[in-house]
């Protein structure tokens, strides 16, 4: 069993910055497609970015491009989420979430707890 445990939430205004971090307990964290997922009030949850487990593959969704980057030190078993350039749309609670997959997976086993991100206008 995989526990996932999401950190560095928090306020911030428009413009601003935030990294989440998300930590791993278990084994072969290198074998786990990671990624980050957020869901605002009344909305579904989307994906905002993948990690392959070496780190060498990284996907994003068009909404966050150039704004936020996903990174992973697996020698921590840390996934980790810089947002830059926050807007109040990026409001939501945020999920990491992991699989073991070598290709992007269709579905993920472990999930977070979440961590609220507000950024106010």
């Known amino acids: 069993q995989v526990q996932l445990v999401e950190s560095g939430g928090g306020v911030v205004q428009a413009g601003g910055s935030l990294r989440l971090s998300c930590a791993a307990s278990g084994r072969s964290f290198n074998a786990y497609y990671m990624g980050w997922f957020r869901q605002a009030p009344g909305k579904e949850r989307v994906s905002v970015a993948l990690i392959s487990g070496s780190g060498s593959t990284k996907q994003y969704a068009a909404f966050v491009k150039g704004r936020f980057t996903i990174s992973r030190d697996n020698a921590k078993n840390t996934v980790y989420l810089q947002m830059n350039s926050l807007k109040p749309e990026d409001t939501a609670v945020y999920y990491c979430?992991?699989?073991?997959?070598?290709?992007?997976?269709?579905?993920?086993?472990?999930w977070g707890q979440g961590t609220q991100v507000t950024v106010s206008s």
């Open positions: 979430a992991g699989t073991p997959s070598y290709g992007v997976p269709d579905r993920y086993d472990f």
